[in-house]
């Protein structure tokens, strides 16, 4: 069974620097997505950036960027210039196309942004 | 587009009430996904459809839970009788099958069970 896993239940950042979060999945695919979704404290779930396995080249979105090492089964996000808005929880998610749309979710992050 | 819609965005109820939540996926959608997150258990996937048609629904805690989609613009998950353990904010999501199946999310409906 895939399992998607976020071993920092919290992190912290100051305002303006940038941070971090990890992720690590377990699949024997080799055609897979992976997603990091931000739920600030409104509780709307959005989609950050997402990566498809079989590119290469980390995708960014402007401040946002992730590190995918498929080999690792690793893919952290990058949060640059961070800001107050970015405080939120974040989950990582896996998606394998002959699985059906499920999702599998990990269990979040919660960062804080300290002026 | 409105994005995925979900009413109530809060529901109070007492135990042994029925409680039906309501969703409409984004125009075009064909899979539509039901979840729940608490704190204690997270971010918990209940059912999902494709084509209006229920493909797993393992998540769904017992049987006092029931969902439906009876066409491409409208589901409902419902529960009878309601528990207190059942408190909770419950999310729908939309996507195209197929491709990258990216998920949309409605804004939730905050569940509390007196």
């Not at chain 1, 998607?4 to 999945?25: I, K, R, W």
């Not at chain 2, 939540?21 to 459809?49: A, V």
């Not at chain 2, 998540?59 to 009876?70: I, N, Q, T, V």
């Amino acid at each position: 069974a895939q399992t998607v896993t976020q071993s920092q239940p919290e992190m912290s950042v100051q305002e303006a620097e940038t941070v971090t979060l990890s992720c690590t999945y377990d699949t024997s695919e080799s055609d897979y997505y992976l997603f990091w979704y931000k739920q600030p404290p409104s509780r709307q779930m959005i989609l950050v950036i997402r990566q498809e396995a079989y590119k290469q080249q980390n995708a960014t979105e402007n401040r946002f960027s992730v590190n995918f090492q498929k080999a690792a089964k690793s893919f952290s996000l990058k949060i640059s210039d961070s800001q107050l808005g970015d405080a939120a929880m974040y989950f990582c998610a896996y998606r394998a196309p002959n699985t059906g749309n499920q999702f599998y979710f990990g269990t979040g992050t919660s960062l804080t942004v300290i002026p | 587009d409105a994005g995925v819609i979900q009413s109530p965005r809060h529901e109070v109820t007492e135990m042994g009430q029925e409680v039906t939540l309501r969703c409409k996926p984004i125009s075009g959608h064909n899979s539509l996904f039901w979840y729940r997150q608490t704190m204690m258990r997270g971010l918990e996937l209940l059912i999902y459809f494709n084509n209006n048609v229920p493909i797993d629904d393992s998540g769904m805690p017992e049987d006092r839970f029931s969902a439906k989609m009876p066409n491409a613009s409208f589901s409902t998950l419902k529960i009878q009788p309601s528990e207190p353990r059942d408190s909770a904010v419950y999310f729908c999501a939309s996507s195209l099958m197929g491709g990258v199946g990216i998920q949309y999310f409605g804004a939730g409906t905050r569940l509390s069970v007196l």
